[in-house]
């Protein structure tokens, strides 16, 4: 089935500092997401982001989308402790229902 | 502003064993999904429901069965716990297919020993 695929795996920043984090996909895609999810916890949306979109903010996030490269990135600025994080992209699934995660990364902001 | 409730969080299963997972909602969300979360694997759809009374399978059915009796509720259930089945189970709910993000709910961890 079709699925985001995270890039890096693991990052680790020190506060202050910027965090970008990439997302690959292989089909096409009406609408592609991202979550937080904080250890032990469930997730948490962030910005969905069409697919006539290039970008979009909220906060101190901001999200990008290169349809013609089938790729995402999200930029986290400014970082905080509190940002450390697994983040995901999701994607269109096959179903037309529901979206595919990929496997998420992994971000440590150290104070 | 409960969102989406899961219960229980944490349950340890003997092979064979059956359980029930429920997942509520108070948004009145159409959509409701169950995902289980593995190491290094993101997210997997097992099945899902686009409304009562409806059910389909998704990703990773074998070994579940679901059922939406009602709009607000969503039920999982492991008619035989393999150890395979270990996994921390996810419910979701959506207004509607594609255009809006998810409601998680905090997740069960089930083991089955």
């Known amino acids: 089935s079709q699925q985001g695929e995270e890039d890096p795996q693991a990052l680790s920043i020190q506060e202050g500092e910027n965090a970008t984090m990439n997302c690959s996909y292989k089909?096409?895609?009406?609408?592609l997401q991202w979550y937080r999810q904080n250890s032990g916890r469930g997730l948490v949306h962030l910005i969905l982001?069409?697919?006539?979109?290039r970008e979009k903010h909220s906060g101190r996030l901001r999200v990008t989308l290169d349809t013609s490269k089938k790729s995402s990135s999200l930029l986290i600025t400014a970082s905080r402790a509190a940002d450390t994080a697994s983040y995901f992209c999701?994607?269109?699934?096959?179903?037309?229902?529901?979206?595919?995660f990929g496997p998420g990364t992994r971000l440590s902001v150290l104070p | 502003n409960a969102g989406v409730t899961q219960t229980p969080k944490f349950r340890v299963l003997k092979t064979g064993q059956s359980m029930t997972l429920l997942c509520a909602q108070d948004m009145n969300h159409e959509y409701m999904y169950w995902y289980r979360q593995d190491p290094g694997m993101g997210l997997r759809l097992i099945h899902y429901?686009?409304?009562?009374?409806?059910?389909a399978k998704g990703e990773v059915p074998d070994g579940y069965n679901v059922s939406r009796l009602k709009k607000q509720n969503f039920l999982l259930g492991l008619e035989s716990a393999a150890p395979s089945q270990t996994s921390v189970y996810f419910c979701a709910s959506s207004p509607a297919a594609g255009m809006y993000g998810y409601t998680f709910g905090s997740g069960t961890r089930l083991t089955v020993v």
């Open positions: 999701a994607t269109d699934g096959d179903y037309g229902q529901n979206f595919v």
């Open positions: 089909t096409s895609i009406n609408n």
């Open positions: 429901s686009v409304g009562e009374g409806t059910t």
């Open positions: 982001i069409r697919s006539n979109e």
